[in-house]
């Protein structure tokens, strides 16, 4: 199974666009990619067109959207992870045997609305009927996790603001990224707070996007492309809707059981992986993942971000694109970004920060707090 | 959205006593309850009704709150462990955020959670205040 071709919109409040001019826009530089295209399915990533929007039946907005009105589809929703799962789906329809080319799109639009409604929308993330109802936030869920790192590994506020730096170092240089201007540790410990102890400058800002990638299978894809990129594993993996009922909420098991099920199937270890996009939503999402993907041990993931691992060049080279927290997160096509990004720095045309020879990448999108994740492993 | 009085009557028991599940496998406890056990998969479970008094283990001070929730705010959301090892996510009342810490010992109370709008359902629930 390949990737034939990738194209993204940058991550904006888009007020001018709707869900069907923010996938044209992407389809459109997906064919600037590729040499041919005739999809025979779409797989459409997307949380929130039903809760904001009113809007289902959403592959038909896609497919008439670029002219491919008759071919079949569905949308997948696995929350903010919506986008890495609608991969698998696509990955799962060629592998079958049912398909030999699946347009996966990643689309979501949340900038039309005030913060509070977005804020009850993306609640649904997390057991409405037990955390939700009580008026408890998906930032204050996070925050609490936040909260309980910093204090048993002794985590000061100020070591878990370098991450926040760093991503918008990258997002400044990568012209699809949302938040293109560089912040300080004082910034990120001034900015506004959200739900104590994470602030504005921890979290993925609310904006649209689009991207788009087309899976093949090995037989066509000489046909579409010179630069194929491998996809060579796929894990997925889940953790209890609630976070009451979790025996430890640092150790986030749909991480660790999604990333087992991926190195294996791709055959590698995860200190071969030369560069990766991890689900960072809030600074301490990136560090659940740094640790449950195998990076850095339990609770050492902050350490290891002050030392300077991590960066451009180093093994892996983590969210060159600015992660959520700077490309921008339009939650359920979060995703298909990552996994376009990654075959971007495989084959060395990605537009920003950029690290030369890679071989192995990863992308890691995670639904709710780190309750659906999914995780691609991509070969050059 | 107007919720309907059956979803709300049907959480009852968790919501305004604090009943979560037992495993009739592995005896362990949890909330909020479910069909079946999060930790070894049996389907068997039974009712049971939790301690009301804990400490909390971390707890956010929430200023950025959903639609429906501004008269509340903050909202300090808590992650509670009860005497028996069982946690639960509430949130805590009649405190400064300020005076919260973690290890505060803390004690269930029936408050109101939500009002969704002007006309509809007011929904009840457990919060935690403390106890000292
Ligand atoms: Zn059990």
Known sequence: MYVAGVGMTKVDRHYDKGFQELVYLAVKNLLNDVKEYSPQAIVVGNMMSSSLYQQDSLAAVVTDAVGLRGKGGFKVEAACGSGGHAIAAGYALIASGLYDQVLVVGVEKMSDYPTSVVTLALAQASDFEHEAIYGASFAALNALAMRLYMHKYEAKREDLALWPVRMHEHGSQNPYAQLRNRITVEDVMKSAVIADPIRLMDSAPIGDGAAAVLLTSEDVVRKLTDTPIQVAGVGLGSDGLDLASREDLLKPISIVVASEKAYKMAGIEPKQIDVAEIHDAFTITALLSIEGMGFASFGEAWKLIREGRFVAGDKPSLNLSGGLKARGHPVGATGVYQVAEVVMQLRGDFPGVKISKAEIGAAMNTGGVATLTSIIILKR | ?132
């Open chain 2, 1 to 132: 959205m107007k919720i309907s009085p059956a979803r709300v009557w049907r959480e009852k028991n968790a919501r305004y006593r604090l009943e979560g599940g037992r495993c009739k496998r592995c005896g362990k406890l949890f909330y909020p309850p479910k069909t079946a056990c999060p930790y070894c998969g049996c389907l068997e479970v039974e009712k049971t009704e939790l301690p009301k008094r804990g400490k909390v283990l971390s707890f956010a001070i929430e200023h950025g709150v959903p639609e429906g929730f501004r008269h509340q705010a903050p909202i300090i959301v808590a992650l509670i462990e009860l005497e028996n090892g069982v946690k639960v996510v509430s949130t805590l009342t009649d405190v400064n955020p300020e005076e919260v810490y973690i290890g505060m010992s803390v004690e269930a109370t029936l408050r109101r959670i939500w009002e969704e709008s002007d006309e509809g359902i007011i929904i009840y629930g457990i919060k935690f205040i403390p106890t000292e």
